[in-house]
Each structure stands twice: as C-alpha cells, then as structure tokens.
C-alpha cells in the first residue's frame, strides 16, 4: 500500500513540525481560557441579585454561548493541526478575578472581573495571530474572527463600567 505523501508546503508540513507543536500549545491555552470563562460566566450570570444587575445577567447569558463557541473552534484547530484535545485533568484554574463576590449585589466586582478576563484573551489572541504570521495562515485567521468577539465583549462591558463610574458607584 502506497504511503500517503504529507504537505510539503505549510504548517502541516514535516518541516514545520516544530512551529506547528508551538502554535497547538497557544491553542490549548487558549481552549482552556475558553473553557474557565464559560465556567465564570455562567456562575456570574447567575449569582447575582438586584435591579441592577439584569442587563448584565442577560448580556454574560448570550456570551456564554459565544465562548463555548470559541473554545471549540480551538478545539478543531488543534485537531487539525495533528494534535490532541486535551482532557479535563489537564485543566488549571487562573481567573482569580472572576470568583463570587462576598455580596451577591456587587454587580461592579463582576463587570471588572469580565473586563480582565476579555483582557487576557485579547492578549493571548493577538499573541497568537503574531506567532502564526507568515505561517499558519488558516489559524490566524481564525483567531482574528475570534478576536474581534472578545474587543466586542471588553468594550460592551467598558460601557457599563462607565455607566456606573458616572453615577459614583465604581
Ligand atoms: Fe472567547
Ligand atoms: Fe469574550
């Protein structure tokens, strides 16, 4: 049986195995900064009581669903890449700055803690479309569809910090 001939050109090439095991690492960070974000989503679209925080409820509802999103185009992209998903044991919490507040009415903890979270994935995401420059074009365009989500949902939330900044609650 003929052997099957591997790209000679790209990142699925022989070559590139190197740049290629590089990039799946950024990727499965990010799958698991996905993953912890849909984790703090949910318990902060819930948690909290009040008036005030409806809009924001409602708002992280419609994100979790998004970031569930993200965190299987990672999931694809790693796969395609010839790597392999990783299992929960691998899992490590990180977002210190999304845990319940001491009172549930503490929309602003919340609103602040999602900012940072939306923060670090900006970062990570531009980090990525960096290293795969010039080499892996498919998952750089990826990330940059998915960049663009996470300035959207950084800048949603800094208009509800400034809401509340402007009525000298935060
Ligand atoms: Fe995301
Ligand atoms: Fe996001």
Redesign the pocket.
Same mark, same amino acid.
């Given at each position: 049986m003929a052997t099957v001939r591997s790209a000679a050109q790209g990142i699925l090439a022989d070559d590139n195995r190197a740049q290629r095991e590089q990039i799946i690492d950024l990727l499965k960070k990010?799958y698991w900064? =996905?993953i912890e974000?849909v984790m703090s989503y949910i318990a902060n679209s819930i948690n909290p009581d009040g008036v005030r925080a409806q809009e924001i409820v409602e708002s992280l509802q419609q +994100?979790i669903q $998004? =970031?569930l999103? &993200? %965190?299987q185009q990672f999931a694809q992209r790693i796969k395609e890449l010839y790597g392999v998903v990783p299992g929960s044991l691998e899992f490590a919490s990180e977002q210190t700055y999304l845990q319940p507040p001491e009172h549930q009415t503490d929309i602003v903890h919340v609103i602040k803690g999602v900012i940072e979270a939306?923060t670090g %994935?900006i970062e990570h995401y531009n980090r990525i479309i960096q290293e795969t420059d010039q080499i892996d074009p498919v998952t750089q365009d990826m990330v940059i569809a998915?960049l663009r +989500? $996470?300035e959207g &949902?950084r800048r949603l939330f800094e208009g509800y910090l400034r809401e509340y900044e402007a009525e000298g609650l935060a």
């Open positions: 990010a900064m =996905e974000t +994100d $998004e =970031e999103g &993200h %965190a939306e %994935a998915i +989500d $996470e &949902h």
